[in-house]
C-alpha cells in the first residue's frame, strides 16, 4: 500500500492566491494546507490536506534532526550557524558559503566528498562575484552545502563510507528516513521516492502528517528540535539569505520557524502554540505558496499585534516593472 | 459593459500539463486554449476559452502591424531581421541589440528616447558578459527593445512626440489599439486594460478573439503579416533567443509561427492552414505553457510526420538536477 499522491485523488484544491494587473486577475495558484497540534488534531486547512506530496527541502529540519540525536554535531564542536546552515536552504553568499566549509573542517573532511552537484550561487551579487573573478560555482556554493556537510559529518560519526553518503541505502539517508517515520508517524516504505536536486532522496509524504513532525518539533524537552529552533532564530540570513522570503518572516517574526521547498512547499512550527504547518502550491510556484502561507498564519489567533501586522504584509506583494511604475499584485485569497 | 476577465467566471479549467519527479505527481499546470479559423470556428479548445486574458507580449506581432500598414517600416528601409525583432521578446545577445540599435538608427532616432526601462539580458552569458566589463543593462538590452525601437519609428513616421509613446493616449498605441480591434473583431474599449512590464498599455481579450485574430495573420493578402510571419520563420532566432522555446520550435517546424507572453501565454498562427491559436496556463507558469502548447499543436491534423514528432518531443521535456542525474519530467496532460 503506497500512500496517494498530491493531484491522484482527484480532488482540485482552491485558489489560494491570485496575481492582478491592475485591478483585473491575471493568475491564479491553487493549493492545499493544514494547522495542527501536536496530537494531530486540525487548527485550520484548506484543500486536499490528506494527499502526499514531495517536501523537498521544507524538511531540512528533519534531516538535520540525527546529527544531532547521533551526537555528531557536539563531537565535532558544531555551533548555532552551523545547524542553521544545515537546515538551510542559502543563497551562496559568502558567509553562507564560509559556514559551510567550517561544517566540513571541524568534521575534518575535505569539500570534493560532497555530492550535491555545483550551481551558481542563488543570490544574484554573489553570481556575478565568481563572473567577475572568472571563478566557476563550487559545491560548497550549492544551496543545500550545509545540509550536505552535516550529512558527512553524521556518516563519519557513524564510521559509514562517506562516498555515497546521498543513497537510499546509506546509514545517514536511513537515519533520515527513520527519523521522518518516527516524528511524521508514517512507515516511510508507503511512500513514493524521488531524488531530490542535491541528489538525496525525497518522500512524498501526507500534508497532515508532515505538519504534525512540525508540530513535534514545539517539544520544549526535545534537545534536538530545540538547537535546530534557536538556531533558526539566531540566524535567519543563514537559513536562506539577503532579501529572502524565509529570512525576513523570521526577522519579522522570530517566534516563528518556516522553511521553504521547492515546487510551491512551506512547513515550519509555531513554537510557543505547539503548533506544526504545511502548505504546498499546486503548480509549484513559489510567489503563490509565500503569499499564502503569510496569509494562512496571519489568520492564526497566535500573534501579538505585530506580528500579524508583519504576516499580513507579506500576504500581499506588489509588482513593479523595469520602469519601477507600479502594475499589479499577488495576493493571499483572502 | 467590459469583457469578464480570465477567472471571472467561476470555470474550472482542466489541467494541461503535469510535473512528475520519479513516476510521481509533483506539480501541475491547468489552463485553457483554442484553435480556431479565419471564420472563427473552433477547430479545438479546452477550458474557458471565452473568457478574456492579458497576452502580453505574445501580441507583438499586432503591435508591428501599424508600422507596416502606415508605411514607417518602408520608409526607413527596415529588413526582415529588423521586422522579426520589432516582434521578439529577445535574449538580450549581442545580435539582438545589434538589430534594436540598426532600427534606431535607420530611423534617425537616439537610444535615449526608448522607455522600455532596462533589465540584464535573459541569456545568461550576455549578462555575465555585461558583469565581466563592468557594465550595467542597457534600454536596448530589454527583451522588448525592438518592439519600442518599431514604436518610436512609427511615433516619427506619425510626426507624433517621441516622448510618451508608451501612453495610451499617444498615436502609437491608439493604432496598436485600432488594429487589435480590427483583427480580433472586438472592441478595445470593452477590454480591461493594465500595464506591461515595459510600460505599453496591455488589454484582455477573449482567448477565442484573440486566436481569430492570429488566424487573420494567415491572409496571404495581407502584405503586413505575409512580411511578420515572414521575417519570424527567417530569423527565429531574433524572436527569442539561443536555447529558447520559441526559436527551437521554429526552428524545428518553420510552417508555425508561435509567440510567448508572460504569465504562461502563447499564440501564434499555423498559416499554411489558416488557423490561429491562443493558450494560457493559469498559474502563469511558461514550463506548463511550453509543453501544452506544444502538445495542443500535435494534436492537429496539420502537419507532416516530421514536423508532428518534432512538436511531440517538445510536449515533454526531461527534468535532471545539479549532477545531470534524471529525476522527472515535465508533461502534457494526454
Not at 482540485?12 to 491575471?26: K, L, M, Q, S
Not at 517536501?55 to 546529527?67: D, G, H, M, N, T
Not at 508507503?190 to 531530490?196: E, L, T, Y
Not at 518522500?203 to 534536538?224: C, I
Amino acid at each position: 500500500m503506497v500512500f496517494p499522491a498530491c493531484y491522484a485523488r482527484g480532488m482540485t484544491n482552491p485558489v489560494i492566491a491570485e496575481v492582478f494587473r491592475g485591478d483585473t486577475p491575471e493568475s491564479r495558484h491553487r493549493g492545499a494546507f493544514i494547522v495542527v497540534d501536536a496530537t494531530g488534531t486540525t487548527v485550520a486547512s484548506a484543500g486536499d490536506h490528506e494527499a502526499a506530496f514531495f517536501p523537498r527541502s521544507a524538511i531540512k529540519a528533519f534531516q538535520c534532526v540525527p546529527l544531532i540525536e547521533s551526537g555528531a554535531a557536539q563531537r565535532f564542536g558544531l555551533d548555532d550557524a552551523e545547524i542553521a546552515l544545515c537546515c538551510a536552504s542559502h543563497s551562496g553568499e559568502a558567509e553562507h558559503v564560509r559556514v559551510a566549509r567550517s561544517i566540513l573542517a571541524k568534521a575534518g573532511i575535505g569539500e570534493i566528498c560532497l555530492e550535491c552537484g555545483a550551481h551558481m550561487p542563488t543570490a544574484r551579487e554573489a553570481t556575478y562575484d565568481l563572473v567577475r573573478h572568472g571563478e566557476k560555482p563550487l559545491q560548497v556554493h550549492n544551496n543545500c552545502s550545509g545540509k550536505h556537510a552535516g550529512m558527512l559529518a553524521l556518516a563519519k560519526h557513524l564510521a559509514a563510507p562517506l562516498e555515497g553518503y546521498v543513497k537510499l541505502d546509506h546509514p545517514v539517508q536511513q537515519a533520515i528516513a527513520a527519523t521522518l517515520s518516527r516524528y511524521c508517524n508514517v512507515n516511510i516504505a508507503q511512500a513514493p521516492m524521488g531524488i531530490d536536486g542535491c541528489s538525496v532522496p525525497t518522500w512524498a509524504l501526507p500534508m497532515n502528517k508532515l505538519a504534525l513532525g512540525f508540530a513535534r518539533l514545539a517539544d520544549a524537552e526535545n534537545e534536538a528540535a530545540r538547537w535546530i529552533l534557536r538556531a533558526a532564530r539566531i540566524h535567519p540570513l543563514l537559513i536562506a539569505g539577503t532579501d529572502r522570503f524565509d529570512t525576513k518572516v523570521m526577522q519579522a517574526v522570530p517566534r516563528l520557524f518556516i522553511k521553504v521547498g521547492a515546487e510551491g512547499v512551506f512547513c515550519g512550527t509555531i513554537a510557543h502554540e505547539g503548533l506544526g504547518f504545511a502548505l504546498k502550491c499546486d503548480d509549484g510556484t513559489s510567489r503563490g505558496a509565500e503569499v499564502a502561507v503569510a496569509h494562512m498564519l496571519a489568520k492564526l489567533d497566535v500573534w501579538n499585534d505585530n506580528e500579524r501586522q508583519s504576516l499580513t504584509i507579506f500576504a500581499a506583494q506588489p509588482l513593479t516593472n523595469w520602469r519601477k511604475i507600479s502594475v499589479g499584485s499577488v495576493r493571499a485569497t483572502p
